[in-house]
């Protein structure tokens, strides 16, 4: 076999396994698994919006605001949120996966961050404080949650009055979810749309706890 039907099959193998991931997934909620961490770490070239840099840039952050990495799974965000808010603010890492959450702590220790507190969360079940954020992040979740409606509701409440939740999506993710459902199921939670970026298949929308 030469090497480029080896590529080729490759490729048509990791198609299929996504196929089916997809399909599975709209059966049955499936978080990420935290081995599969390394791949979620990877800031995708082919999707601006979802970029660690685009997003954080996009949060209108400030130092010594308090932030939530909702379904932070290995990162890939907490660590420059935290830069963004500087010491006097804070960054809640929280995943439902302990073995995601303590790839967190290892990546805020070796950058010398000290203020990420990582925690153990199933969005949804109404864990969170309320009216405690200036902002929160929800990248690549939504979609694995069981009950997205409530999630969002949950999310609604623990931001402050006048915070931001972003929500990111790409539709290589096998868990994505359409814009025109996420924007309807955060209408019917309070949110006012704040800004959108990016198209139908690879987004960022920013939205609002109105005051
Ligand atoms: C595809 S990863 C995305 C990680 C990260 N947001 C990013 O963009 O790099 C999805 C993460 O959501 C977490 N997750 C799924 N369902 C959850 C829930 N109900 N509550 C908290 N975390 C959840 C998974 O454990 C996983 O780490």
């Given at each position: 076999m030469t090497a480029a039907t080896t590529l080729a099959w490759l490729i048509a193998l990791f198609i299929a396994i996504s196929l089916?991931?997809?399909?599975?997934?709209?059966?049955?909620?499936?978080?990420?698994?935290?081995?599969?961490?390394?791949?979620?770490?990877?800031?995708n070239p082919f999707a601006r919006t979802h970029r660690a840099d685009f997003i954080v840039r996009q949060m209108l952050l400030a130092p010594g605001m308090t932030v939530?990495?909702?379904?932070?799974?290995?990162?890939?965000?907490?660590?420059?949120l935290a830069k963004a808010v500087g010491p006097a603010g804070s960054v809640?890492?929280?995943?439902?996966?302990?073995?995601?959450?303590?790839?967190?702590?290892?990546?805020?220790?070796?950058?010398?961050?000290?203020?990420?507190?990582?925690?153990?969360?199933?969005?949804g079940q109404g864990a969170l404080e309320t009216n405690r954020y200036d902002r929160v992040v929800m990248a690549a979740v939504l979609g694995e949650i069981p009950d997205a409606r409530a999630a969002l509701t949950e999310l609604f409440g623990c931001l402050k009055p006048g915070g931001?939740?972003?929500?990111?999506?790409?539709i290589?993710?096998?868990?994505?979810?359409?814009?025109?459902?996420?924007?309807?199921?955060?209408?019917?939670?309070?949110?006012?749309?704040?800004?959108?970026?990016?198209?139908?298949?690879?987004?960022?929308?920013?939205l609002e706890r109105p005051d």
């Open positions: 089916l991931w997809r399909l599975f997934s709209q059966r049955q909620a499936l978080p990420c698994p935290s081995w599969l961490g390394w791949m979620v770490e990877l800031d939530l990495d909702a379904g932070c799974g290995p990162g890939r965000l907490s660590v420059p809640v890492a929280a995943d439902l996966q302990a073995g995601m959450l303590t790839r967190v702590r290892a990546k805020a220790q070796h950058a010398g961050i000290d203020n990420i507190d990582t925690r153990i969360v199933a969005l931001l939740l972003a929500i990111a999506e790409l290589f993710d096998p868990h994505f979810q359409r814009c025109g459902k996420v924007r309807a199921l955060a209408e019917a939670a309070g949110f006012r749309e704040h800004a959108h970026f990016g198209n139908a298949v690879a987004y960022l929308m920013l």
